[in-house]
Each structure stands twice: as C-alpha cells, then as structure tokens.
C-alpha cells in the first residue's frame, strides 16, 4: 500500500467514525417518565454555571411534572438564535437575559406577558413581592413581560486606606467626589515633581474619572429622566445635560487624550482585575459582584502579612438639588418566548429561581451562592442570605440599594437597544474628542435620532394603510 | 438514417443529462446560497422586515432614509466616511508599502528568502489574532508601540481607543493630529500586505530584463529604470491590486468588530459599512434598512471598481499592448 493510499484510508476512517461519534453527557440524560420537559437557554458559565446546573437540579428534585434541561450558549447571538427558533415554531420554554430588550421583543410579539401564565391575584401579588427595580425591568405598557432573578446595582467602592492617608472622607456629595479627584497626586513624587508640574513625572493614579457608559447612572443622581410621564423618551432634559457636563468637566481638566489613554490602562491589567485594588484610584463606580475581588484580596493581604488595605462603598453622591441613593440598575430576569410548548413548566422554573411563591429559602440559597442581589426584600430577610450578608459586608449596602425608589433601568421602550448605544456614543463624544459640540447639544442630536428610530418602530408595528 | 440520427440525440441528451448531474450539487448550492439571499435581500430593501413578522413592503422608504442620513453625516453617513477614510488611506499605504517591500525583497542579498519569509508571515496570521496583537501593541498605556514612542520623545497616541483621524483634516502643522482608531486599522492592513507583496514579487521576476539592460546602456540610474521600467511594467499588477484591496477595505468586518467592542467604538469613530449593516440587522432587527445598505454597499463597490477600470487606460500598461 502506497503513503497515499493509507492516508486516504486514514481519512475515511475518521470521517466514518464522527458519524458514530455518541452524544455529549447532557444531550443523553432521558426526560423522567410523566414529565414535561421544560428547555431553559441562559448564557452563564465558569463557576456562575456551576452555581445554574445547583439549580436545575435542585428545581427537578423538587417537582413530580416538569423536567428542567438548561442550554448554555454564547450570549453575544442569543437573540438571533431565539428569533430564528420562534421563526421557525420551536422556541425555548424558557430564556434568562440582562439587555434592555423586554419592550423591543414584547412589541415584535415575540414574548408572552406574565398575565397570560398566571392569574392576575398572582401578577398583583408578584408586583407586590419585587423590589420597584425589578419590576420596572420587566415591565411594558403595564404589563410584566419577563421576572428577574437578580438585579445589578452600581455604587461607589472607595480605597480608604488611601483617603485617610490624605486626610479624605467617602464622598456625600458630588463636591466632595470633585476634592478627591482633586486632591489625590498623580503618584508618589514629591509634589514639585508631579504632572502639572514643568519636571512632569508619570501619572500612574486617579483620585476618581467618571465612565462615559455611567451617564445612565449620573443623570438619575443629578435629577434628571430618561423618560417623561407619559414614558416617551427624553434625553435632553436639564438635569441629564449637567450630569453629562459634571462628566466631561474632567476630561477638559486632564485631557481627553489623557483620560482615554488611563482607562484603556484599566483594560490592560492582568485578567481584567480590578483598578481599585491595582491602586489607579482612590474611588471606582462599579456593581457588587466586585466584593468578591475586595475579599479576596485582603485575604491575600493577610495571609502574605501585609497591611490589609481598608475598602468601602457608598451610594453615588448627588449634588445639591439632585436624588440620595439613586443610581442605574440593570439585571437578569427570565422571559417566556411566545409558541413554546410547555410555559406552564418554565413559569415554575422561573418562581422557584426568584423565590415567589413559597420557594424564598431555595432562591436565598442561589443569590448567596451565586453573590446575586435577590429581587425581593422576602428573600434578603432569609436566615441563609442574612449569614451570607453578614460574611461579606460590603454586599450589604448594595442589597440596601436594590430597594431604592431611584434605582432607574434605562428605559424600558422598543428600540431601548438603540437608545443604549446611542446615548453611551453621545457621552463617548463628549468625553473623548478634542473639541466636542456643547454637551446639550450632542444630547439634543441623540434625542432627535431616538426619536426618529422610535419613530420608525412603531409606523412598523401600526396596521397597514 | 432516422435510427442515427436519434440515437445521437438520444446520445446528447444522455450526456447532457450526465453533465446536469455532475453540476447539480454546485447548481443547487448556487441557486440557494447565492442566488436567492442575493435577490431575497434586493427584495427586502424595499420592505421592513424585523424576522420574526412578514416583510412589509414601503417602496423607497429605506433608501430615502439613507440619502438623508448620508446629507446629515450621521448613521449610514457616518459609516460611508469611515470606511472610505480607511479604504482610501489602506490601499494607497498597501500599494507602496508593497511595492517598495517587493523591490527591495527582489534584491540578490544573502538571505533573501528569509526576508520574504519574515516580510509574508503577518498575513497568514489569522484576522481574530492579529486584531488581539495590535489591540495590545497599541494599547495606549501599556502598549509596545506608546511605550517606543515615549522613549523617543514622541507623542503617544491613543489609537484603537482615540476618536481623532490623522489625515483628516490635515492640520499636522497645528500640532493637534494624532492617530485614532480608524489609523489603528489602517497600520494592521498595511502590516499584513504580504498577500499583495508576493504578487508585486512575482510581477519583478516577469519584467523582461532586456528592458534594464537597454535602460542601462542608454545610462538610465536606478530611479530612472524604477520609473520608466519598473512601475509601468508593475502597473497591472498594481491596478489588480488596488482593485481587490478596495473591494477588502469596503467589506472590513472582523478585525472592525473585534477592536470597536461591536458597536463602532469610541463615539462611532469606527462604525464601517458593514459593521453598520451588522448593528441594523442583528441589533435593531431592521433587515430592510440594512439590506438596502447592502446594496448601496454592492453599488459602491460596482461603480468604484468601473471607475478604477475605466481610469486604468490612463496609467496601466499591458505588455505588448491592452488585453
């Protein structure tokens, strides 16, 4: 046999054994006789994973009618894939997502309100039961279209070894923020030799930057709206445009190409790890899941001898006229396709995982695993999530916040995926170019192509002529 | 003579019919793949269609929508920009980049083939790779390239991450230019020029060397003999090149993805064409509007590669005359 032809053989050979390769491990497991399977997609991996398969098999432990199969898939075609199975008549059950896209696929008719699966005591009740942030995720024209299992709050983490060794408290209020900024040094140089200075010297740290994405948070701190009454879309309004000059202030102080250049800085740190601890600066806006960071890096403190470096959090500081404890919160929720086949299953699946409805201890269980906020105060006053505050007290005034009236999402609208971009681009501009148009300008232009996108959405949805 | 003359029929026809068969699978693929998305998305750029209802039909609407984004520099405008700034300024720096790295590689130097070897390499580098590499050797705090550029006393860009264009507009004198993310592209395509540089390679071994010997006896020096003999007889090539390169730039998408963090970043300085048609489709589910965009994008290039053609006769030069 010639060379040749033993690798044609080979090749055939491989070829004809994929044909009888077996099935992976979760594909084989067999739904329980007299079940009714439930198919559940999510996007979780690593340990947040591990902490999704706990649930699962703990929510089919618990049930005699319904079967859970959880699909992790990438999260950045999530909602292609879904549309294409609606599409095609085979939707999951069941879907968990954190996009603001609730009202966009609401209004395509591609999800079933809450209120069609459950009666309405239960959807008053269930209104009654969440934290106002998690309903207004989910919430659409009156109607809920999805229940959050977890919510997202962003505050301030500050280094207080650090402040203190200024002589600098936590900020209470946004001129207090601005001192910081002002009054941490660039480095360690003695101050002749600091930037600013004609002898120059590096800057390797921030007292604090604001983020050009956190323009959502700030115009809620300030005052401001990202909808009027009616819940039509307002950029523009006064409070939003001082929030966005609050935040460009600092780019025009150091430079925009300074400023630029110090947060990419931030995405270069060793497995992305957090600038607070790398000490780039004194204070960072960021969500809870960045306690576990702080924890285990005063462990390491400890355990290498070392000073263990004191951190703390607090809620957004507002300047005078603007709202206490108030901020931009954003979440996991689960949604229910419309056409899938057993909804009855994937609305237990969801109770169970929130905690509604008699399953508070299990749901306590999964945020305290998962160092998820719950979504409800009957699921933060469980014993195991209390023990779980008590272990990690920094996640304390994050769970404090999620009960906020001011907690705001961005607005739940059709086209809300635009209006994020959109008003993210327009802070970007602001912030990072040379010589930007005024900052009530840049939000009066994003406001009027808003519009014109929400515009084209709902001539879209309206009947044909 | 009836019973021949069917029997050869009959003989054609079987052996089309074979014919018919061998073709079949790539008619097929063809008919589906290529032909009916080609036509459905011609369809589709007079509709609105989310995916999830039936296309409605609007006429026009989406290409007025795009006429005047196009007047007002914003959305689809903004996309035409940003893709010819890159285009425009990768092609040109490709051409003489590989141009003047084919000569200098044509040179009997010791060595030689490693040259070319190390010159090819980067484009064989797969685009999600090098996009990763250039997104850290670009970083602008901790990257190779600003750390060079400080040593030396130079200003230290921000690149993938600056919304400044260095070309344009051409204020180098102000001391205000500076490199952003649209240049960042523009310096990863023209590291990768090893594709057309070969080519270029190929094309200096085909010039007749009769032509330099003449050149030579007539006393022509080296940047004479370049001028006179080189590039006319590389014109060609050249033109081959330029127009693919175009055809390259204008449909940019993964190494655009990968450094805009999907969505044109910083401030939609580097929302391409089809990174756009990617945002209108997927994102806002606006399939009409991003397939009358695609079209636009197919016209582009049509007319763009028409007019490189037709200007061809003015600079390219055919041995032996035009084909």
Redesign the interface.
Known sequence: MTIRNAATALVVLLATSLLFWPDSGDQEEAVPAGRKEVIFWHFWGGDDRRVVQDIVARFNRSQNDHYVRAIAMPG??L??KL??A??GGRPPDVINQDDPIVA?WAA???LMPLEEIATRQECERLREWLFPAAVDLCEHQGRLYGLCNGLDIRALYYNNTMLKKYGLTPPRTIADLDRIAEEIPANDLPASARPGNSNGGRRIRFGYLPDARRLWAWAIVFGGRWTDDHGKVVLDDEANVRALQWMTSYSRKYGP?TV??????D??LPGKSFPLLAGRYAIVMDGQWRTRDIAAAQKREREQGQPVTEYGVCPLPPPPGGRQRAGWVNGNFFLLPRGAANSEGAWEFMKFWSGFGGHEADAAQTCAEGGWIPVSKAVVDQPRFQAFLREQPLFREFVALAAEPFQKPTPVVP?A??LY?EV??TA??AM???DPPAARVLLQRAAK?VDR?LE?FNR?RSP?P | MNTGASSTRRRHSRRIATALLFIAPWAVGFLLLVLYPFAASLYWSFCEYDLLSPPRFVGGANYRRLARELLAGEGFGRAVWNTAYYAVASVVLSVLAGVGLAVMLSWKVRGQAIYRAIFFLPSVVPTVAAAVLWMWLLDPGGGLVNHWLTALGLPAPNWFKGVQEAAWPPDWWSGRAAFGSKDALVLMSVWGVGNFMIIYLAALGDIPKSLYEAAALDGAGNLRRFWHITLPNLSPVIFFNVVMGVIQAVQAFTQVYLVSEGRGAPAESTLMLSLHIFLAAFQNLEMGYASAIAWMLFVVLLAATAALFHSSRYWVHYQGGSP
């Open positions: 950045n075609n909602d292609l549309f294409l609606v599409t966009d395509r008719g591609a190409r630029t250049a110090f947060r990419q800085g995405q270069s086209g995926p635009f971009r993210v681009s970007e501009s990072y170019e040379d192509n996108h084209r879209k044909a």
